[in-house]
């Protein structure tokens, strides 16, 4: 199964937009993990766990674990997460560009190392950077088009030959890099309006669209923004706001993430 047809059938399956990002913050965990040498992966299991029937996909952010030297904790994760989930699709957030050579190795990293279904790139050193990973032609490229952060305008919004960097990256990405349709764009729920427009410019495409929960991000907006006619083709990633819930009187943190979890895909199929 390809990493396109793995995503189609989590979104019919549980009906769901909802990506549960897994960013593990030691510092944010309940204190039963603070002094467990593999708290990382125990804290995050859990919340797998807790979450997967409200999910779509799965995004663990590779710089949680790399920052401790926790790599053999996300190597381990992403094989719970295979063999325990494996409708659930894995995009591992790596954002990495780089030339082919070493491209090549990253993309090992991601597919085989990790396992994931499908990981995130830059688009700035263009083609040849991204090619090493659409070699691997059952996995999903997920490309940087039009971030999350207020930063992303500083290039993304530039205008060259009449338009902006992210509508070129857009087109780019649906006209020619996505021969073998293996291709997501990155788009922030916090710029609707650009949303719209990338959804213009690739058909049906799968976006991955963080920026709900602890950015502020509109889920209504974003919805409507975003999704396509049949009402899915987005990814509406949510991490610290699922990962860190505040708990209700007598819940456990897991149970308060299953609880936002719940909320929060809900509040996006009110909009679908
Ligand atoms: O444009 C982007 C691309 C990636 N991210 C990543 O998504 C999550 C967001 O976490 P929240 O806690 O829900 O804000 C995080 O892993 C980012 O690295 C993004 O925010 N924006």
Known sequence: MTFIEKLS???T???SLLCVGLDPDVTKFPAQ???QPDAIYAFCKAIIDATAETACAFKPQIA???ALRAEDQLEALCAYMRSTYPQIPIVLDAKRGDIGATAEQYAREAYERYGADAVTVNPYMGFDSVA???EWKDRGVIILCRTSNPGGSDLQFLKADGKPVYQHVAQLVAEKWNTNGQCG???GATFP???AQVRKIVGDMPLLVPGVGA???DVEATVKAGRTASGAGMMINSSRAILYAKELAGEDFAKASRRVAIETRDAINAFR
């Open 9 to 11: 059938a989590a979104w």
């Open 13 to 15: 399956a549980n009906n």
């Open 33 to 35: 993990f603070k002094q």
């Open 64 to 66: 949680y674990f790399a």
């Open 132 to 134: 090493p990973y659409l």
């Open 185 to 187: 764009l990155v788009v």
């Open 193 to 195: 309006n650009e949303l």
């Open 215 to 217: 950015q502020g991000g």
